[in-house]
């Protein structure tokens, strides 16, 4: 019996994937595009959490530690963590997403347009910024995994194709809604906006719901623009979301900015913003 069971392990250790971690599961999706099923992916943050306030939980530092790449994407929770784990984490490269990408700062009062609040992270709902993240993880999938060098290779190409297609299939959505504004209740889509030539109005103030000063601000701005609707994160239905759209007569339409089927979800959420700046 111990003989089998010597043998059953050593079977499974034989065919056991190789396992990276990520962040937030749009990452999750342009490893896979590119890796197919060569690797296993954990992802850090489980769906509906919020990225901001996540903290880990033991089997959560386990898979990380079991991993061969952890592909952070400059959240809080990283910087706070990943020194917390250092000792846990000296097997596991640590190789952020973004190399490449000069980060915005963090847009909180698009209606003063002076107020910032550190490095906003959100590069991952650009497609064409996207493009900058597939190479940083085909790269070091490369270096980590030299036999799947050909096969990665070309799945980065096949991927890169359709983040083109894809970034054209939202330029044609906005095409004549060029400088509009569009108004979201967490500011995650400021360089969504700025590839496409939009203005986000954030209603979110440092991480908090806003004054009835800022209030005010934003109302003025609701009517100047002809604002039709809020976008919300998925689940998000708080009381001054409810309040907004009763008082100023908006739609409320979840946007999903941590999207697992991304080219579907993100096209998907351009056709919703487009609808309402029509």
Known sequence: MRVLFLCL????????KN?????????AYFVKQIAKDTLDVN?????????HTFEFKPSGILKLEK????????LEFEKIWILKLKDNLKNTQIISTQNGIKLMPLQE?????????????HTWLDPVLVK??????????????????AFYEQNLKDFLKELDTLNLQIQAL???SKGKYFLVYHPSWGYFAKRYHLN?????????EPKPKDLAKLAKLIQKEHIKAIFVPKGANNNTIKAMANNYGLQIIELDHLPSDYNNALLSDAKNIASMLQ
């Open 9 to 16: 392990i050593s079977f499974f250790s034989l065919y056991a």
């Open 19 to 27: 396992l990276v971690s990520v962040s937030i599961a749009p990452q």
């Open 43 to 51: 992802i850090v943050i489980p769906p509906n959490a919020n990225e």
């Open 67 to 74: 991993s061969d790449i952890y592909f952070t994407a400059n």
């Open 109 to 121: 009062h698009a209606h003063d347009g002076h107020h910032h609040h550190g490095d906003d992270p």
């Open 132 to 149: 900058t993240h597939a190479k940083n993880i085909a790269l070091a999938l490369i270096e980590q995994y030299p036999e799947n060098k």
């Open 174 to 176: 906005f095409e004549h």
């Open 200 to 208: 986000q109005i954030p209603v979110e103030i440092e991480g908090k």
